[in-house]
């Protein structure tokens, strides 16, 4: 009987393996989306050569950025797999951020005119930099000694049990 069931159990996680890929294949199979368009300058009165859009994967934050548009200011960014999408367009003048998010849906191809305006977005810091400058309870050196005596005191409570009981398990057997 025992070997029953953990036949079945292997039959059941090799069925939900196997429906697992077949799910997997079908995401993939998906076909790409794309974006295409212009980009304009500021005043509209012309394109913009040798911007870029940049489209980040407001999901997972990957990034996909086009090449340099030509005299025309046209852009493409392909493939792009399916989801909500955050533009920006880079230009001599700086990264200027699109205000809204793009949604697009397996092999949508989504035409954009786009134009730069106002002030661009101030430049990124390194995220390691960033990450180094983050308030941490081990860069204060009080909360920090607070946090080990407080560890402290719990572990020396555990132990203080453990040894009480022991002591009390000695005498009874005296």
């Known amino acids: 009987m025992g070997n029953r069931y953990h036949v079945r159990r292997a039959v059941a996680a090799i069925t939900a393996f196997v429906l697992a890929l077949g799910g997997g294949a079908a995401a ?3 076909p790409p989306a794309s974006l295409g368009g212009t980009i304009l300058s500021g005043d509209l009165r012309g394109p913009l050569p040798g911007a870029r859009l940049h489209a980040v994967d407001a999901e ?3 990034s996909f950025v086009s090449e340099p548009t030509g005299p025309g200011g046209a852009f493409r960014v392909q493939p792009l797999p399916a989801g909500s999408y955050r533009l920006a367009i880079e230009s001599a003048g700086g990264l200027y ?3 809204e998010t ?3 849906a397996a092999g949508e191809q989504l035409l954009l005119n786009l134009a730069v305006k106002g002030p661009p977005v101030p430049p990124v810091q390194d995220p390691g930099e960033l990450a180094r400058k983050r308030p941490s309870a081990w860069n204060n050196p009080g909360t920090a000694t607070g946090i080990v005596i407080g560890i402290a005191i719990i572990l020396g409570y555990l132990f ?3 040894t009480d009981t ?4 000695s005498e009874v057997a005296l």
């Open 60 to 62: 997972t934050g990957a």
């Open 166 to 169: 022991e002591s009390v398990a």
């Open 160 to 162: 203080d049990e453990t």
């Open 97 to 99: 951020a699109v205000g």
């Open 102 to 104: 793009v949604i697009l």
């Open 28 to 30: 993939i199979a998906a």
